[in-house]
């Protein structure tokens, strides 16, 4: 999963050319077009929804455990306020640090909320909510293509943050100078966006409920309900994302300006793809559980395990790797990258957080980011 997050956000280091399909960069190299295609298709929009649905699923988990530990109801939603508000800082300083797409705090915020007014409530009511979020951004696909049958397919899904928009944010010069303008994309773009188009709310919500279910803590008692999921989702997920993807490619016969008319389409499909890799990863590890109990230390299995454990330490190696490097502020080697050669780099950058996590778990330490998230949220 962290490997799609790096295939997902190292397109936004891609300096000085136009972007197409949200942030990749015109090209008509076959190897550009071919790696566009794939990550249009199957990552982009995909990867949040995903993350979403397992930071509710963690809230149940965190919350059951600290009341099985003897914690009180009060105490355990006390926990889960600080943790993310914890998070929330977090996010802030990773944004002005490194990274404008943060999307920690748009987890937290939601977090604040869906907590506050869904951690008692029923199974049913959970679902209910979850589709009546998920009508907001079904709301949008009818108006962008309402909008591109009366003519507006040029101005639907428009917009950008400051001068240059989002997508320009890494082209900043100077680091002080590039860390406003990564604050300001951060705090009127990726939370308020992610948030008001209701995905990532969704996404929480059912993720809540797999959690009371056991829907991954068990998998091997869910197979039907995960294979069920998983053709649905990778389904509709892959469908949206070829839309967008053929769009790219300029086979549908449509101008580049409809783009937009797509997008929307493209991020309500993400929902559904996001969450159906979780459940093809649930089906996964039910067939390692087959093979053996537990993963060989210093296996290729035992390896991803332990990243998994440390995940906020491997999402924030990836901006330690990519900013530095790529960013106009830093090295400016984002001016060299193609498409096809970000995605490789973005399996680079995987390894060496899979490495990084391999060693803490082989000394036995948690991940310096989960060390410090415990640190502060968590009561002495």
């Not at 199957?42 to 993350?51: K, L, Q």
Request: hydrophobic share 55%.
């Amino acid at each position: 999963m962290l490997a799609l997050i790096a295939v997902a956000n190292v397109p936004y280091f891609i300096l000085g050319r136009p972007h197409v399909a949200g942030a990749h960069a015109q090209s008509d190299n076959p190897a550009d077009l071919v790696a566009q295609t794939l990550t249009i298709a199957g990552v982009d929009s995909r990867v949040y929804p995903m993350f979403a649905f397992l930071f509710g699923y963690g809230i149940v988990q965190l919350y059951r455990r600290q009341l099985a530990s003897g914690a009180e109801p009060a105490t355990a939603r006390r926990l889960l306020r600080r943790r993310h508000w914890t998070m929330l800082l977090f996010g802030l300083v990773h944004a002005a640090l490194l990274w404008h797409g943060d999307i920690l705090g748009t987890y937290a915020l939601a977090g604040l909320v869906l907590v506050w007014l869904f951690l008692k409530r029923s199974d049913r009511s959970l679902k209910v909510w979850a589709g009546v979020f998920l009508a907001v951004p079904a709301l949008l696909v009818v108006a962008a293509f309402v909008g591109a049958a009366m003519g507006a397919g040029s101005t639907v899904g428009g917009g950008g943050i400051g001068s240059s928009g989002p997508l320009d944010t890494n082209g900043a010069q100077g680091y002080f100078n590039a860390m406003g303008v990564r604050l300001e994309a951060w705090g009127f773009y990726t939370i308020p966006v992610a948030l008001f188009t209701m995905i990532v709310p969704a996404a929480i919500l059912l993720g809540m409920v797999a959690a009371r279910r056991r829907l991954l803590d068990e998998p091997a008692d869910h197979v039907p309900l995960l294979k069920r999921i998983a053709a649905i989702g990778l389904t509709v997920g892959w469908g949206t994302g070829l839309l967008q993807a053929l769009q790219n490619l300029e086979v549908l016969g449509l101008d580049r300006t409809f783009e937009s008319v797509f997008t929307p389409l493209h991020m309500l499909g993400g929902f559904f793809g996001g969450i159906g890799y979780i459940a093809v990863f649930g089906l996964i590890s039910v067939r390692l559980e087959r093979l053996r109990e537990s993963p060989r230390p210093g296996s290729f299995t035992w390896a991803v395990q332990a990243l998994g454990k440390r995940s906020l330490t491997g999402y924030l190696c990836q901006s330690l790797i990519f900013s530095p490097i790529f960013a106009a502020w830093g090295l400016g080697l984002g001016e060299h990258l193609s498409s096809w050669s970000a995605v490789v780099l973005a399996f680079v950058a995987w390894l060496v957080g899979l490495l990084v996590a391999a060693k803490l778990e082989g000394a036995g330490h948690r991940g310096p980011a989960e060390w410090a998230l415990r640190r502060v949220a968590y009561p002495k």
